[in-house]
Structures are given as C-alpha cells and as structure tokens.
C-alpha cells in the first residue's frame, strides 16, 4: 500500500516526536488529542524539534518549512481518521 496520510492519536512524549519526524519525510500528519490545549502544547513542541534537526540532522529551513506544512491538528477522533491511510497509535494507558 502507498501511504500519504497518517494519523498519530496522541501527541505526548512519544507521539509529537513520530508525528514530526513522520511529516519531515513528506507524509501528511493528522495529529490527534483528546483538547485543543493538548494539541497547543504539541505545536509548541515542534518549534525545539526544529533546532534540533537544524543541528543533529542538518535540515533546512525549507525542509523544516514544508514539515510544518504536512501537520494539521484535531480533537475530532472521526475527523482525525477519515482519510487515514495508516493510524498510529500513541496515547497513554490509564488503567482506572
């Protein structure tokens, strides 16, 4: 199957990081969370993955420019999945 659009449920520690690193090579990301403050602290996020791949990987500011293009945002679960070609799955276990 040829992917192009991925859905990351959850955007902690673990999910922001697959999401970016997800759009960085040119996949369409739908991040998903349960609010859109959950979601805002994501995009604040994404601003330190950016110096960061800047210095660790080398990338560009054109590359990181089109990365932030491949992410849209939403609270909306069936939103989030209707055009998903793959979900990937991040959200933290709470037994209670």
Avoid: C, R, W
Avoid at 16 to 33: E, L, N, S
Avoid at 38 to 58: C, I, M, P, Q, T
Avoid at 65 to 75: A, E, G, R, V
């Amino acid at each position: 199957m040829n992917y192009k659009n991925i859905t990351i449920a959850g955007s902690g520690v673990l999910g922001y990081q697959i999401a970016f690193q997800t759009a960085f090579h040119g996949f369409h990301v739908t991040v998903y969370d349960i609010n859109d403050a959950v979601l805002d602290k994501a995009k604040s996020k994404f601003s330190s993955l950016s110096e960061g791949y800047k210095k660790d990987l080398n990338a560009t500011q054109q590359q990181l420019d089109k990365t932030k293009q491949n992410l849209s945002y939403t609270s909306d679960l069936a939103a989030s999945v209707k055009n998903a070609d793959l979900l990937i799955e991040a959200i933290p276990e709470n037994p209670k």
